[in-house]
């Protein structure tokens, strides 16, 4: 089984940190997407894609590395995120519509609180801490949980 972890991390890091943990329980790479060259995911059998939710969805230049697939059938995929909500994986559901379209396996999902701050209402900020160590937990019992489900 080859695997690759492609995130988008844009303010405070959040979503690398977890990339980084998934990709080390898979024993795989952590790239982040701005680094994928085009067609360098057809090497691999499964690909977890992540980012921050931002305007209620996943970070969409993720669809772009995905389009370029060339045989998406034989692919397994999971989605991951972090946000200031605690049931961000609601988020997914563009994401979940767009891989199921193209045809890949969905294995999962995954999602855990990260730093939240609001500029435009004054500094205000959530979820301070996070991800946190239990947070950093939840994400290798995920990743552990995406091998046997691909099989």
Request: positive net charge; proline residues 3%; aromatic residues 10%.
């Amino acid at each position: 089984m080859s695997c690759i972890v492609v995130y988008l991390s844009k303010h405070r890091g959040n979503t690398k940190k977890i990339a980084q943990v998934i990709a080390e329980e898979l024993k795989c790479e952590a790239k982040s997407a701005d680094e994928v060259k085009p067609g360098e995911l057809d090497q691999y059998d499964i690909i977890g894609i992540g980012s921050g939710i931002y305007a209620f969805r996943m970070d969409g230049r993720l669809k772009k590395l995905l389009k370029g697939l060339k045989d998406p059938k034989s692919k397994g995929i999971f989605l991951f995120s972090t946000s200031a909500d605690p049931d961000g994986t609601k988020y997914h559901k563009g994401m979940k519509k767009f891989v199921e379209k193209l045809g890949l396996k969905l294995l999962g999902e995954f999602n855990c609180q990260g730093l939240y701050e609001m500029w435009f209402f004054g500094k205000k900020s959530w979820n301070h801490g996070r991800p946190n160590e239990d947070d950093l937990k939840k994400a290798r019992e995920f990743a552990s949980s995406i091998v046997p489900s691909s099989r």
